[in-house]
């Protein structure tokens, strides 16, 4: 797409309802890369620069936080070249990247089983995070080894252990305390999901935290992404009444009231 239609999105969207969490789950990288002829390494090559492009782009018009579904617990079953690919492939992008997080003032994070990575690997993403812990324009959160459910297993656990402990009783259980064992507990919910690549779910990704976002999904594949196409998903979210289980009469009367 052209710069103008990039600049008209971005010029549509109004800064002071943006939403304060975007999660995205970067799909499609080995069906592009197929496309071209290639090998899907190359695809995966390929979507560093739409990753770069995302989070310029959401740093530039004040987004908070940006969770991106970098590797799965499921992403593990894949061919052992592949997947050792895509660890080089990660780590040495985000060393090459530490420059431009500090210059943009981001904020490292990650969630999911981190100890299921490779040392090294661990090694590189526990020292960028630690380089970067104190900027504040914006947190960029990893999902590695990541599974929505294996996170709520590991919270269910972690609170049957305090209720045995006598340390929480089981009539004191509340969703925040579900809130406080997951991996995002420091994170707000995200407001905003996206998809590329076409496909319509959401693959194990932050479920418990998802319960009222906005789902947007589009036909382009991941290394196809660009920031006009965030712009168009950011202006779409904002035309979409939010209702949160009420009905339209009582949002409006909300706002009336508050206004």
């Known amino acids: 797409m052209n710069t ?12 002071s309802k ?5 999660a995205i789950i ?3 990288n080995g069906r592009w890369a197929k496309a071209q002829g290639k090998h899907r390494i190359f695809g995966h090559k390929n979507g560093v620069k739409a990753v770069r492009e995302v989070t310029e782009g959401c740093a530039e018009i004040g987004i908070k936080n940006l969770t991106l579904y970098a590797f799965s617990t ?24 530490i420059k431009t997080l ?12 981190l100890h299921s990575l490779p040392e090294s690997n661990r090694k590189v993403l526990l020292e960028l995070m630690e ?30 252990q305090a209720v045995k402990d006598g340390q929480l009783s089981i009539e004191d259980i509340k969703q925040e305390t579900i809130t406080e064992q997951l991996y995002t507990k420091n994170i707000p919910d995200p407001e905003l ?21 906005e789902l947007y999904f589009t036909e382009k594949f991941w290394p196809e992404f660009t920031k006009n196409d965030l712009y168009k998903a950011i202006y779409e979210f904002q035309n979409r009444e939010r209702r949160f289980g009420m ?4 949002i409006n009367e909300q706002l009336t009231t508050n206004n």
């Open 4 to 15: 103008n239609e990039n600049i008209a999105y971005q010029d549509k969207i109004d800064t």
């Open 18 to 22: 943006l939403p304060e969490h975007i």
């Open 26 to 28: 970067m799909d499609g």
């Open 74 to 97: 499921e992403n593990w079953n894949r061919p052992k070249l592949e997947v050792s690919a895509l660890m080089e492939l990660l780590f040495i992008t985000m060393g090459k990247e």
């Open 102 to 113: 500090q210059k943009n003032n981001i904020r490292l994070n990650a969630i999911g089983h």
């Open 131 to 160: 380089a970067t812990k104190n900027n504040t324009r914006m947190t960029l959160t990893l999902a590695l080894s990541y599974g929505a459910r294996e996170e709520l297993t590991e919270a269910t656990k972690k609170i049957a």
């Open 193 to 213: 999901m996206i998809r590329t690549s076409g496909e319509h779910r959401i693959s194990n990704f932050l479920l418990w935290q998802m319960a009222y976002t």
């Open 247 to 250: 009905t339209s009469e009582q």
